[in-house]
């Protein structure tokens, strides 16, 4: 089963964000970002996308990010999605991009953080930092504020990330955190200091 859509505000459920539709540049859009007061990194901030149950397949999103008013000095335009959430929001994969830490980032120990794999709960990036796990990292080639697609091959417990359309992936997850069997909803996720737009949404179901 696919899902292709230009979505709009009415298209999500909010779990601990603002979802609004704006207009970017004279494109309608979705504008989602963080409730005023929750700043935990790497938790449950994202928007759920209404009628899709994913397990294995493909996602890819249209993605933008700008910093807001608020944004701490530790913000980076994080913007990426989840997927294989639960229903109360306690467990789900995600994939997020840096792009501060992107293309003209002078910091070579940032541009190793240009993308993030995290598992919640529990496998957070400051879970890999404290233990000195870099797998789930990689470098990015993009910048803040410019459009980006993400896309996402599910198999099993198998993810690879790809970026702007490139045929060789960005990251390979080789064992989710959550293995094999877990099925639940996608979004878009959103981190600390984050304005974040999306344009268009595909995803495809194999099973």
Known sequence: MEYKMKPTAENFTSNRVVVENATLDGENVTRIYKEVGFWEPDSSTYAILNGVQFHNGTIEMRLRSRFRPDAPDYARGFIGFVFRASENNAEFESFYVRPTNGRSCTDPVRKKHGCQY?????YTFSYFRDFGISDYEAPVDLELDEW????????????????????????VVPKMKHGVGEK??????VDNGTEGYVSDIKVTCED
């Open 184 to 189: 639940g909803a996608v979004g878009v996720y």
């Open 118 to 122: 995290f598992s919640y709960p529990g």
């Open 148 to 171: 980006l697609t993400i896309k996402a091959v599910i198999k099993d417990e198998t993810a690879s990330f790809y970026l702007n359309g490139a045929e060789e992936p960005l990251l």
